[in-house]
């Protein structure tokens, strides 16, 4: 474990130095992360938080973004409510699992004086920052974790915990290809720390009864494509029918992970707010982040995201994916 921590600790060594001195810089620190967020997204965001809190307890330190819609408050905590006032003075934004300035989840990150991405998407900077991207990592989690472990400081039990949940969120529980040594390691460095690993699956995984009525709809109106893809498209109207929300569409999608001969499957939910219809794609080993990128998406070669303004694209968007297999 120490070796391989070691190892990709120092892919970044000089990138770690150049955040430690930042954060010693500067009195107010902000942490950011990407819009609608997921296990990884709130877990590397607030394991650096608590990391922040418990090493630099002189700092005025704050996370923002939008409150998952599930796990907060089970899982996470609710994020900071913190006044434009605060803005104005000089901080520093660290950004978490994302670095395309129009995902990130409070705009006001820009008014930073500088800026500082741990990431592990492939590279979409739009903006002057020190940036530390490893897609060879399977969450943004592990990122933290590395910088943590190089800086030498208190790890707190807290930030494990946080932590932790990003990797199994974004690994699939160790079950995705981006699962490798590095992300055991981690996740071994986290347990260390004395976390309730129990309840962290617990809290992750435990549905109530509606739980049961959307899996109904999704197995009574699926699609598969000839060629093998999986997809279940959920409007408005069906969404109000289930009791489900638009953000949470995508936790079905691996409904379809080990069903043989469907090799790519997809959650299509209407976000009515936003005049679209939000895809999560996901494959066993098909590179499927290309077709992302072509509808206003992108991410990870086996797991992305992207969207359709209406389901006229959707034939079009399922052949696409066809032509991949």
Not at 171 to 191: E, K, P, Q, V
Request: proline share 2%; aromatic share 14%; charged share 25%.
């Amino acid at each position: 474990m120490e070796e391989i921590l070691t190892q990709y600790s120092k892919k970044f060594e000089n990138e770690y130095s150049k955040v430690l001195e930042l954060i010693k810089k500067y009195n107010k620190i902000c942490v950011f992360r990407h819009i609608i967020p997921d296990f990884d997204a709130l877990g590397s965001q607030l394991g650096l938080y608590y990391f922040l809190k418990e090493n630099f307890k002189d700092k005025d330190i704050k996370f923002v973004g939008d409150n998952h819609n599930k796990f907060t408050p089970s899982l996470f905590e609710e994020t900071d409510v913190v006044d434009d006032s605060w803005f104005e003075e000089p901080f520093l934004a660290i950004i978490c699992d994302v670095s395309k300035g129009d995902r990130i989840s409070d705009q006001r990150f820009s008014k930073a004086k500088e800026i500082v991405v741990f990431d592990h998407h492939p590279y979409e900077k739009d903006y002057e920052c020190i940036s530390m991207v490893d897609t060879e990592l399977a969450s943004a989690s592990e990122l933290i974790l590395n910088f943590i472990y190089f800086t030498k400081l208190s790890f707190p039990q807290k930030s494990a915990y946080y932590l932790y949940s990003g990797i199994v969120g974004d690994s699939g529980r160790f079950l995705y290809s981006s699962t490798n040594m590095h992300t055991f390691s981690a996740a071994a460095l986290c347990i260390e720390q004395g976390i309730d690993i129990n309840k962290i699956y617990t809290l992750m995984y435990e549905q109530d009864e509606n739980y049961l009525k959307v899996m109904k709809y999704i197995l009574t109106h699926y699609k598969v494509s000839k060629k093998g893809v999986a997809y279940y498209v959920l409007t408005e109207k069906a969404m109000k029918k289930i009791g489900l929300d638009h953000r949470n569409a995508k936790a079905y999608v691996n409904t379809f992970a080990n069903i043989k001969n469907i090799h790519i499957w997809c959650s299509i939910a209407e976000d009515v707010s936003s005049n679209c219809f939000r895809i999560s794609i996901r494959s066993k080993k098909i590179t499927i982040n290309g077709v992302a990128n072509k509808y206003k998406g992108g991410g990870h070669a086996q797991a992305s995201g992207c969207q359709i303004s209406s389901l006229k694209q959707l034939k079009q968007f399922i052949s696409d994916l066809d032509d991949l297999i």
